[in-house]
């Protein structure tokens, strides 16, 4: 199993840009999760879903919106870019939630100029 | 508002040294709570869940205490490898996650 898969690595993005960073598990987890980090900061929520079909705001959603339409996949989307989307953005995946690991990607660095 | 405080550190430890971390958490109604690891640039990776009777896992120890809602963690006999962040981390539920800001540490031959 690859685990959680997330493309692009890095990216850089103009101010207004926007862009699709991509997710994918293969451990046929419902619970799907976007985090972000900023440097020296703890994780923050942006989205999850419970399952195909089913998406929510999490702790910090503005600017960005997602989809679930697989129970493999989960995009997050920036609509316009801003340089206070300027992060490392992890996405996670759990069979079930609550004592269930949580498991990351690699995540994606994305500076905002 | 769902919080977990954390002392940064750093803390810098030889190896064999015993050392604890210490993380407090403002909401009460959380049912869950986990130590997770973090190395530099990388993702985190869950360390231990943490119970309110405690929890051993060969040199790790963890402890929740929720009438203080209070944390801990402790690592004996310190290795090189054990060098990483360790993140603090609440559930609020759903499996919607609120981490502290971590607490570095760094283990020195």
């Known amino acids: 199993n690859a685990g959680v898969t997330q493309t692009p690595k890095f990216r850089i993005l103009k101010i207004g840009q926007s862009m699709t960073l991509q997710c994918t598990q293969d451990?046929?987890?419902?619970?799907m999760y976007w985090y972000r980090q900023d440097p020296g900061m703890g994780l923050k929520l942006i989205y999850y879903?419970?399952?195909?079909?089913?998406?929510d705001k999490g702790e910090v959603p503005n600017g960005y919106n997602v989809s679930r339409s697989t129970t493999e996949d989960f995009p997050l989307r920036l609509e316009l870019a801003a340089p206070s989307q300027t992060s490392v953005y992890f996405c996670a995946s759990s069979e079930d939630s609550s004592y269930n690991e949580q498991f990351f990607g690699p995540g994606t660095r994305l500076t905002v100029l | 508002r769902k919080e977990v405080e954390q002392d940064p550190g750093p803390f810098n430890v030889p190896e064999g040294a015993t050392v604890a971390f210490n993380c407090t958490y403002s909401?009460?109604?959380?049912?869950?709570f986990f130590w997770y690891r973090q190395d530099c640039r990388k993702e985190p990776k869950l360390l231990m869940s943490?119970?309110?009777s405690g929890n051993e896992d060969g040199r790790f120890t963890a402890q929740l205490n929720r009438a203080s809602q209070y944390i801990s963690l402790l690592i004996r006999d310190s290795k090189l490898s054990d060098s990483a962040t360790y993140l603090c981390?609440?559930?609020?539920?759903?499996?919607?996650?609120?981490f502290g800001r971590g607490t570095q540490l760094t283990v020195w031959p």
């Open positions: 451990m046929n987890h419902n619970y």
């Open positions: 943490v119970y309110s």
């Open positions: 981390v609440g559930d609020e539920a759903l499996g919607r996650l609120y």
């Open positions: 909401n009460s109604a959380s049912q869950s």
């Open positions: 879903s419970v399952g195909a079909g089913i998406t």
